[in-house]
């Protein structure tokens, strides 16, 4: 029998997934319930079948998220019976902080960052697996599968380690931990066709539908709930959109879009030539790249 190309990409994540599990002593899955921790998923049970996989999932949630992902995350740690952990920066809570009055970059620093960062020390995790690809965005082809972190969470892109002939280096310091990224070596387009495979649940909002949107800067936001404030004169307009990303909702921003299946939309993106990550606000605020967020511990 011959492999194709997902039948390769699945064994190596698969084997990518086995080795840190054995070399590691408290992993987790960073969950932030898109279409690629999906098919994370799916291949964590895959992976470690019939028994379930050896780690809990975390979510860093910043209490912005869509309300469909917060159901579908809920959803499919319940149907599954997989532990969840849910961590919310608790300096974050107390202060309200938003992305509307306190910019992207903050929000996304103080909930994300400082978030991860916490609950990395609070539970002690010395393995996170995460669902990045190289393709997705120029900071993320720079990463290593097994990305080294600091005991202070920092990543440095030019004191990495070499992994010829995919031997991996695991060794770690008290404190330190390593970020192993087993779909590292997928574009967006494998992440679909394996969906539509595998026939793997992804949240809804990955569908084009009629959603009440604003444009600004270029961008549509969905207005998910009451705590988005409207300009004056600004009225939601219903459009049929979807998302190819996903984030906290008043940073992503939706795509016109027909396209309700998912072999429509493998179909649309034969065709596009703009970026996956086009619509996220984080991208492009004024802290900088994405490189210098995952040198401070970014996910």
């Known amino acids: 029998m011959t492999l194709g ?3 390769r990409l699945e064994a190596d994540s698969i084997d990518i997934f086995r080795e840190a599990v054995a070399e590691s002593e408290r992993p987790v899955l960073l969950y932030s319930i898109g279409k690629d921790s999906s098919v994370l998923l799916h291949l964590a049970r895959k992976a470690f079948y019939p028994s379930p996989p050896p780690f809990p999932l975390l979510h860093v949630d910043t209490t912005w998220k869509f309300r469909e992902m917060i159901a579908f995350r809920d959803e499919t740690a319940r149907r599954l019976g997989l532990e969840l952990i849910v961590h919310r920066n608790p300096d974050c ?16 620093d103080l909930w994300k960052t400082q978030g991860l960062r916490q609950a990395m020390d609070k539970y002690r995790f010395d393995v996170a697996f995460g669902g990045a690809r190289r393709d997705e965005e120029a900071s993320r082809a720079k990463e290593r599968v097994f990305s080294f972190r600091t005991a202070q969470h920092r990543w440095d892109p030019k004191n990495q380690r ?21 779909l590292s070596n997928w574009t967006e387009l494998d992440v679909w066709r394996y969906i539509e495979r595998e026939r793997i649940p992804i949240v809804s909002l990955y569908f084009a539908a009629k959603r009440p949107v604003v444009e600004r800067d270029g961008v549509l936001i969905m207005v998910d709930d009451d705590r988005m404030p409207l300009a004056d004169g600004e009225v939601p307009m ?11 909702y008043p940073l992503t921003g939706a795509v016109e879009s027909r396209a309700r299946t998912v072999e429509e939309i493998i179909a649309e993106m034969r065709d596009t030539t703009t970026s996956e990550r086009q619509g996220r606000v984080i991208d492009r605020d004024q802290s900088g790249s994405m490189e210098r967020k995952k040198q401070e511990g970014y996910f």
């Open 5 to 7: 190309q997902l039948d």
């Open 93 to 108: 809570v107390a202060q309200g902080i938003n992305p509307f009055d306190h910019g992207s970059a903050r929000h996304t």
């Open 162 to 182: 070499p992994e010829l002939w995919r031997l991996y280096n695991t060794r770690i310091a008290p404190g330190e931990s390593i970020r192993v990224f087993p």
């Open 238 to 248: 219903w459009r049929s959109v979807r998302f190819r990303t996903l984030g906290c």
